[in-house]
């Protein structure tokens, strides 16, 4: 139910079931994620960061929560702290697609592009599934747009456009190339 009413963006809900759920099950690390994510969608980005804190205690080593811990302190721009929660990430598990793309973004807004680059390029080489190589593949073709290959970058959305015919995001991109 946790995960259906995310999806459906209820996340005031979901904040406070998992409040209560993890009161009689705060082994569970989904519902710390959950509320955490929830918080941050209402761009409450440090209660999110103060409840997988919170997590963090009982699961020091739990790729999940590090990365989300990650993602958080990036959207406050805690560059620095974001990326010690995904190098231990990375450390526990190097082929962690989630934080990889993560680490990624956070390396191309500081304009590191060689770093940029050779993390979406591990990140694509582990995907498997049609969703991250839509995600990691939105990455790439930005890092290529920023740094101005943008022949590289508008093959890449057009392979998005094979997975995702209706990522309207894409469409603008490539008319922004051709502008």
């Known amino acids: 139910q946790v995960l259906n009413l995310y999806s459906s963006k209820n996340y005031e809900e979901v904040i406070i079931k998992c409040k209560l759920l993890l009161k009689k099950f705060p082994e569970q690390v989904m519902f710390y994620n959950a509320a955490a994510l929830s918080y941050s969608s209402l761009k409450k980005n440090l209660d999110g960061i103060n409840i997988l804190n919170q997590a963090l205690k009982l699961h020091k080593n739990n790729i999940l929560i590090l990365n989300n811990l990650g993602l958080l302190n990036a959207y406050l721009n805690n560059n620095k702290i974001a990326r010690q929660y995904f190098d231990k990430a990375l450390s526990i598990n190097e082929n962690f697609i989630d934080a990889l793309v993560n680490k990624a973004h956070l390396e191309l807004k500081e304009n590191k592009t060689t770093e940029t680059e050779r993390l979406f390029l591990k ?47 894409v469409h603008k991109s490539i008319s922004v190339i051709h502008t």
């Open 123 to 169: 990140a694509h080489s582990l995907s498997k599934t049609p969703q991250q190589k839509e995600v990691i593949n939105t990455g790439l073709a930005q890092l290529y747009q920023q740094i101005g290959e943008f022949k590289k970058s508008e093959n890449l959305f057009h392979e998005i456009l094979k997975l995702n015919p209706s990522n309207t995001s």
